[in-house]
T-cell receptor, first 113, second 110 residues
Framework: DQQVKQNSPSLSVQEGRISILNCDYTNSMFDYFLWYKKYPAEGPTFLISISSIKDKNEDGRFTVFLNKSAKHLSLHIVPSQPGDSAVYFCAARGTGSARQLTFGSGTQLTVLP | DVKVTQSSRYLVKRTGEKVFLECVQDMDHENMFWYRQDPGLGLRLIYFSYDVKMKEKGDIPEGYSVSREKKERFSLILESASTNQTSMYLC?????????FGSGTQLSVL
């Protein structure tokens, strides 16, 4: 049973517009959430994160929103650029002895010039 | 910069072969992980280690084993490779919550 879900396998956005990538989770014990970006033939790289005690974290063009009551987080990219085209993975960290990350299935973002 | 190095970018093996995937990190991180990435399934955790000689099963450990004799090196072993182990294998290390990944090994088992 997937504890972290990204229900959109792909998303296309025009350059300059906003990209919104969504992620849902089922485990209320997750205490930290991260977004990773992955280009083909490369390993994922860390993009932005948020603690469960916050509802928003911003870093330049990237903002992550967390809605704990809905068990939902989203990544906003404004403005989108062609170089943002990649697979984006949402990840969540458990507490206690299970502090490893659980990843979603990823969303392929394509930013059209 | 943190560097996580995986020994092979591409690997082709035959069914039944024993396969070793090597991973080395240069940042003195305690924690190391092995994931596999498959289309539509994302990254799934195979094994992880929080210390030398320590190992813990992840979500899909069947058919795999690991070895961590030194802090900087974490090896993934496929005892008898099968076609359903064809996948992209990703090694990662961390000290806190942020993982640093290697470039991955695309393994094909024929």
């Amino acid at each position: 049973d997937q504890q972290v879900k990204q229900n959109s396998p792909s998303l296309s956005v025009q350059e300059g517009r906003i990209s919104i990538l969504n992620c849902d989770y089922t485990n209320s014990m997750f205490d930290y959430f991260l977004w990773y970006k992955k280009y083909p033939a490369e390993g994922p790289t860390f993009l932005i994160s948020i603690s469960s005690i916050k509802d928003k974290n911003e870093d330049g063009r990237f903002t992550v929103f967390l809605n704990k009551s809905a068990k939902h987080l989203s990544l906003h990219i404004v403005p989108s650029q062609p170089g943002d085209s990649a697979v984006y993975f949402c990840a969540a960290r458990g507490t206690g002895s299970a502090r490893q990350l659980t990843f979603g299935s990823g969303t392929q973002l394509t930013v059209l010039p | 910069d943190v560097k996580v190095t995986q020994s092979s970018r591409y690997l082709v093996k035959r069914t039944g072969e024993k396969v070793f995937l090597e991973c080395v990190q240069d940042m003195d991180h305690e924690n190391m992980f092995w994931y596999r990435q498959d289309p539509g399934l994302g990254l799934r955790l195979i094994y992880f280690s929080y210390d030398v000689k320590m190992k813990e099963k992840g979500d899909i450990p069947e058919g795999y084993s690991v070895s961590r004799e030194k802090k900087e090196r974490f090896s993934l072993i496929l005892e008898s490779a099968s076609t359903n182990q064809t996948s992209m294998y990703l090694c990662a290390s961390s000290r806190g919550e942020k993982l640093f990944f290697g470039s991955g090994t695309q393994l094909s088992v024929l």
